[in-house]
């Protein structure tokens, strides 16, 4: 049996996506993700990524080896990889929210880290956990775009 895996990664653009380039990769990463059996999230400030993909290990990796080769990232660092009992964003193809560096301060423990203005492909383990248990306790899930909003577009 192919083992449950979360994959965190960041990376940053080399350009600012405005809105409508965000909803247009949001909308073709929620569709792939459906029929891969994919579900995270996508945090994005400014240029900065930050995302979770969870699923089976033989998809998860080789999805991320893709996204590797895409000229939209650059600067590209795996945070973690590792086996999950189960998913975090399970309801979710793709969750997102486009986050403010000042609403990333607030997080205890990561407020000296984005005071010191570094970006999410500097952060450790224990401090992407950090962010993943804000993000998935609800703390931005009102800023969360729904696909409702992408079929509107």
């Known amino acids: 049996m192919d083992t449950l895996t979360h994959l965190i990664y960041a990376s940053t653009s080399p350009h600012e996506l405005d809105k409508q ?8 990463a929620r569709a792939a993700n459906a029929q891969l059996g994919i579900t995270g999230m996508l945090l994005c400030e400014t240029h900065n990524f930050f995302q979770v ?3 089976p290990e033989s998809v998860v990796v080789p999805l991320f080896n ?6 939209r990232h650059q600067g ?12 975090s964003f399970g309801d979710w193809t ?4 486009n986050i403010t560096r000042e609403e990333l301060g607030t997080i205890d423990g ?7 203005n ?4 500097q952060l450790d383990s224990g401090r992407a956990k950090k962010l993943l248990a804000a993000f998935q306790g609800g703390r ?7 696909s409702s909003a992408m079929a509107a577009e």
């Open 21 to 28: 380039e965000l909803l247009i990769l949001l909308k073709k």
């Open 53 to 55: 993909l969870e699923g």
């Open 66 to 71: 893709k996204i590797s080769t895409d000229k």
């Open 76 to 87: 590209i660092v795996r945070i973690i990889q590792e086996p999950i009992a189960e998913r």
């Open 94 to 97: 793709m969750s997102f929210s």
């Open 110 to 116: 990561l407020n000296d880290f984005f005071e010191e």
């Open 118 to 121: 570094s970006v999410f492909s």
């Open 140 to 146: 931005w899930r009102r800023k969360i775009v729904p």
